[in-house]
């Protein structure tokens, strides 16, 4: 940041810090918490220069900083413990009060190779504008290793953090391809064909020292950009490639940094950061079950028992006896573990069953999906609640999942309405879109509130009704998004107060456990009405899900009665063929698709998404298309990407439980690349059906 109109010297402000640093150092005798903060871009680092650390899994950061001539605004995700998303925007603009004269997107990645140990480093490969503007393009390896209070840092650097050119670079002699020299004021955008390319790289390296004071710490780094760009576009002054700063952590949300770069410019940064995991809020919480019983009653009471279970919020359908076991279809909810609604179940089942039933084997349904029946003994439940001899980890080595035995499967035929739900379930969702992926106006925005219906209403059938209110945008600000992509649709569905987001009627069947289909026609989603459907092959026990899915649609008209109207004779046909792979001890999924896309052009994408055990989700994805799309530059591209967080709000009083807070970080208004987006998915649908979901929850069994 440039101070104008106050005179100040740079040598007293850098010895400030300096003398900072050590009074806070003689003065705090607590141990220090060693909290790595963010570089000026967004990720953990120095003061200008990355670092090799990686955040928790699941931090979510939004900051702001500055530096002559640059102002920086990012959101970024750790989506994956090995892997960080920075999705930023840098204004060009040396004094705050101006408006930017230009504007360089970006989407940053950071990847940890290795994990610090003993005796080596933490090591991480980094990429600024991977997908951006080339402007603030560079790649970076970087090392870290930490010593006491010391974490020092060095590493080498391409593009932006290499224009000091101190070696040669050692990719060259893998092809003349790393030779060439990007231009960083191209209005092409940088791509991986332009990664790790140039004649020279550059070194940095700098240190931080954890002061004894909790959250405070002192960094010192010399970089390795030296302005090339800016010297050749405008008449700017480069500082110094030193640069010494103050950073401050006091707590797990915040933090903040001032330095000096050189001799003459000042930096500033300050940032949110959160944790998905500890948003205090789920999607349902149970009351606090009532006194479990001393002894067993007289007999079985199968009607007592379902009315004691639908007191709770329990639905129990096709309850039979044979012998000493009890049989039961629980109606489970999408969005509470299903081992708690289980372990609801059994209580109920268990105070009812009389004296000899010692077996309880409970199938699991959502909607007209069938799970894998559980079988859990009554005896352990009783142990674990009359007497305390038993645990959740007891009760889970004796209880059974009847995969293949059809003695306890239960009958799931077409179209049948014995033991069917018919309730409706109502939930709320307030969904922000934004776009800092802008050349011409920064970040733009839209923000709506949905109310959603939905029911299993006869014969297995399911159907559902969303209705939008666009709450605010600012999509009108400007003529277009980019420069040859008008949003006069999007701007169009924005511009009706309350419209209808979807409306359709479905059909959902299991052939067995492992294998699932479901129809649905009618108002798919904002941009498209039509029909089509999936299949799903998720085994109970499987890491790994496979499916296919078709989809006949057709554009949606705006400014119609609530977006209803249709472009009769536009209709397409879209479809993919769908893998899913669950990573052990992530609590990760990656999602890999290829197939036909809306406007017929071909591709794929591969998305991971991070589920935490409060319902909260992040979603990472990157879709490909042999088409290409105008970007943000009038150029072209074949690539997008989007970031999703969704927090859940259904243990509030009296918010509906489902409810949630949508964010998502993607282009508005794009062609090609472009998929369908139903109201249900099979493989969302049927996540608490799996092995993995009831071994991640089982603690949750008797609560």
Request: hydrophobic share 35%.
């Amino acid at each position: 940041m440039h101070i104008r109109n106050w005179t100040y010297k740079p040598s007293l402000l850098a010895a400030t810090l300096l003398c900072a640093a050590f009074v806070a150092g003689k003065t705090a005798h607590a141990a220090p918490s060693q909290k790595h903060s963010p570089a000026l871009t967004g990720f953990l680092g120095l003061n200008t220069i990355p670092s090799a650390r990686m955040d928790e899994v699941g931090t979510v950061r939004m900051g702001v900083s500055t530096l002559d001539p640059y102002l920086h605004g990012y959101i970024g995700i750790q989506i994956a413990e090995p892997l960080h998303i920075n999705i930023r925007q840098t204004a060009e603009v040396s004094n705050l009060t101006e408006n930017p004269k230009s504007l360089y997107p970006g989407v940053d990645l950071k990847l940890r190779l290795v994990k610090e140990n003993a005796t080596h480093p933490e090591i991480s490969l980094g990429l600024q504008s991977a997908f951006g503007h080339k402007r603030m393009a560079g790649e970076y390896i970087a090392l870290s290793k930490r010593y006491n209070n010391f974490d020092f840092t060095a590493g080498l650097g391409w593009g932006r953090f290499g224009s000091a050119g101190h070696f040669n670079n050692p990719f060259k002699v893998l092809g003349s391809h790393f030779e060439h020299n990007r231009n960083p004021d191209s209005d092409t955008p940088n791509t991986p064909s332009d990664w790790f390319t140039g004649d020279k790289i550059g070194l940095f390296a700098g240190v931080e020292y954890f002061l004894p004071y909790d959250g405070l710490s002192l960094k010192l780094d010399y970089g390795a950009d030296r302005y090339s760009a800016e010297k050749n576009s405008f008449d700017y002054k480069a500082p110094a490639p030193w640069g010494i700063g103050l950073a401050y952590t006091p707590n797990d949300w915040l933090s903040a940094s001032i330095g000096m770069q050189g001799t003459d410019k000042v930096m500033g940064r300050i940032s949110l950061q959160s944790i998905p995991s500890k948003w205090p809020f789920t999607h349902k919480t149970y009351s606090k079950p009532k006194p479990f019983y001393k002894q067993r009653g007289a007999r079985l009471n199968i009607a007592g028992m379902k009315n004691a279970a639908a007191n709770d919020n329990i639905i129990l359908t096709d309850i039979t006896s044979k012998g000493q076991s009890i049989f039961a279809t629980l109606d489970i909810s999408a969005h509470t573990p299903a081992p708690q609604q289980i372990g609801r179940a059994v209580r109920h089942i268990a105070e009812h069953s009389g004296q000899d039933i010692e077996a309880i084997t409970i199938t699991p349904r959502h909607v007209h999906l069938m799970g894998t029946p559980i079988k859990i003994m009554r005896s352990d439940v009783e142990n674990y609640l009359k007497n305390n001899l038993s645990s959740p980890q007891e009760i889970w080595k004796n209880t059974e999942f009847v995969v293949s035995t059809d003695e306890d499967k239960r009958h799931n035929p077409f179209l049948s309405i014995r033991g069917t739900n018919n309730k409706t379930t109502l939930t709320l969702a307030l969904e922000n879109q934004i776009s800092l992926s802008e050349e011409e106006s920064g970040i733009l925005y839209r923000s709506s509130a949905f109310i959603n219906a939905q029911s299993t209403p006869f014969l297995g059938f399911l159907t559902g009704t969303s209705l939008r209110i666009n709450l605010g945008n600012n999509l009108n600000d400007r003529t277009y998004i980019n420069k040859t992509q008008p949003t006069e649709l999007t701007k169009s569905y924005a511009q009706e107060r309350i419209s209808l987001e979807n409306a359709y009627v479905g059909y959902a069947h299991s052939f067995t456990p492992a294998l699932h289909v479901m129809a649905s026609a009618g108002y798919l989603e904002e941009g498209y009405a039509g029909l089509g459907g999936e299949i799903l092959y998720r085994p109970f026990s499987s890491r790994f899900a496979f499916g296919a899915e078709i989809w006949n649609v057709t554009p949606r008209q705006a400014n119609t009665l609530l977006n209803m109207g249709l472009y009769a004779g536009q209709n397409s046909i879209t479809g993919h063929l769908n893998g899913w792979y669950d990573l052990p001890h992530h609590d990760m999924t990656i999602h890999a698709r290829a197939g036909r896309f809306i406007a017929g052009d071909v591709g794929g994408s591969l998305g991971l998404e991070k589920t935490f055990k409060n319902g909260a989700k992040l979603t990472g994805l990157v879709s490909i298309s042999n088409y290409s799309d105008t970007d943000i530059y009038g150029g072209t591209t074949h690539a997008y990407h989007s970031l999703k967080l969704s927090l859940p709000l259904g243990s509030i009083p009296y918010i509906p439980t489902g409810s949630e807070v949508r964010t998502k970080i993607e282009p508005f208004d794009r062609v090609t690349a472009q998929s369908i987006n139903p109201p249900r998915r099979l493989f969302e649908m049927t996540e608490n059906f799996t092995l993995d979901h009831m071994a991640k929850h089982w603690t949750n069994i008797l609560d």
